[in-house]
């Protein structure tokens, strides 16, 4: 599941297996989201990759990455079925992620990483 230049967007609640990438994709101008209360199991990349593009963002108000978003009571399991450096949590290139509350588990690599000097995460 894609999320990109979205605002105030939730993803609660659902179910996400048995898919090849990453389940859920948190990228460039998506503000205001919010990952609750979801399942990830078995997935062939990361649970939840929020990512955005530097070489885009400018010092001129031009915010092309991911800006106030939460992953928050989410079971993310058994993932990185096809790549191995994957996270259940991964963030690069962000402002203000909030991870809180998730049960992470069965990674061949991390449980959260955070990536680039410029991201925001508080844990």
């Known amino acids: 599941?894609?999320?990109?230049?979205?605002?105030?967007?939730?993803?609660?609640?659902?179910r996400l297996s048995a898919l090849g990438g990453n389940a859920v994709f948190i990228s460039n101008e998506a503000r205001d989201v919010e990952i609750?209360?979801?399942?990830?199991v078995d997935v062939g990349d990361s649970g939840v990759a929020v990512m955005g593009d530097l070489l885009r963002s400018t010092g001129l108000g031009a915010r092309q990455f991911p800006y106030n978003v939460s992953?928050?009571?989410n079971t993310i399991r058994e993932i990185g079925r096809f790549g191995k450096q994957v996270s259940?949590?991964?963030?690069?290139?962000?402002?203000?992620?909030?991870a809180s509350d998730n049960v992470i588990s069965g990674s061949p690599s991390r449980c959260a990483t955070k990536a680039a000097p410029f991201s925001q995460f508080c844990v």
Not at 1 to 14: D, I, P
Not at 36 to 40: E, G
Not at 88 to 98: P, Q, R
């Open 71 to 73: 992953v928050r009571n």
């Open 36 to 40: 609750t209360a979801n399942t990830i």
């Open 88 to 98: 259940g949590l991964f963030i690069s290139t962000a402002g203000f992620v909030t």
């Open 1 to 14: 599941m894609t999320f990109e230049g979205v605002a105030e967007v939730s993803l609660t609640g659902s």
